[in-house]
């Protein structure tokens, strides 16, 4: 899945495949690939430090690695995504910064 070149890099981890869960939906949201790694390892918790068994997120594309992080870091702290608010190019209708696609309409945020 990865080139040669790039070498893989966890995002995020966290105690429940739940809490992964929602930070992949967020990154996906942006056009954000990742992998999901160690779902199934809860089953066998006991046999391994509790940590090592937590469900993980991998970037498919490490040159996403600043946008990925700044939105973890946002998810993390409650807050919305960070950047500037757009206008949808479909509609025109106004569009937060944490939406990337029109509320509207359903068109994509522009790149």
Partial sequence: MFNDREQPLRVYSAETLTQV????????????????????????AGELPPISAWPEL???NVADVT????????????????????RC?????????????CWNCGASAPA
């Fill in 21 to 44: 869960a929602l930070v992949r939906n967020v990154l996906a949201a942006a056009g954000i690939e990742t992998e999901l790694r160690n779902e199934h390892l809860g089953s066998i």
């Fill in 58 to 60: 991998w970037l498919i």
């Fill in 67 to 86: 946008k990925a992080t700044q939105l973890v870091a946002d998810y993390i702290a409650g807050g919305t995504p960070s950047g500037p608010a757009w």
């Fill in 89 to 101: 190019e479909h509609c025109g209708s106004d569009n937060e910064a944490q939406f990337h696609l």
